[in-house]
């Protein structure tokens, strides 16, 4: 069981280190984040796939999506249950509840 904690005061965001953020965008339970390298990372609570890492499961640090089919993120969108990608090329993509 993974146990997130409610700070009352602006912490450190550990796993982040050293990265150039682009963008960052927090869902229910979960946030997501785009370097300036076109690189997503995810992490919080993993319900209905919205990390998009292929699963459910929790992770506790920012982790790369190693499954993206664009090798260029510009924007992200972390919803309540889905995450929505915007590519360079203008595409976009979707993972999570109803991205079927």
């Keep these: 069981v993974i146990i997130f904690r409610i700070n009352e005061s602006p912490i450190a965001c550990q796993g982040i280190n050293g990265m150039k953020v682009k963008q960052i965008s927090a869902g229910n339970g979960y946030t997501a ?3 300036d390298d076109g690189k997503v990372y995810t992490w919080g609570k ?3 796939g919205c990390l998009g890492h292929g699963d459910t ?3 506790i640090n ?3 999506i190693n499954a993206l089919p664009f090798s260029f ?3 992200v969108s972390a ?3 889905h995450t929505i990608l915007t590519c360079i ?3 976009a993509m979707v ?3 109803n991205s079927k």
């Design 33 to 35: 984040l785009t370097t």
């Design 46 to 48: 993993g319900d209905s």
């Design 57 to 59: 499961e929790p992770r």
């Design 62 to 64: 920012p982790t790369l």
């Design 73 to 75: 993120i510009t924007g």
């Design 79 to 81: 919803c309540n249950s």
């Design 89 to 91: 090329d203008g595409e």
């Design 95 to 97: 993972f999570g509840s």
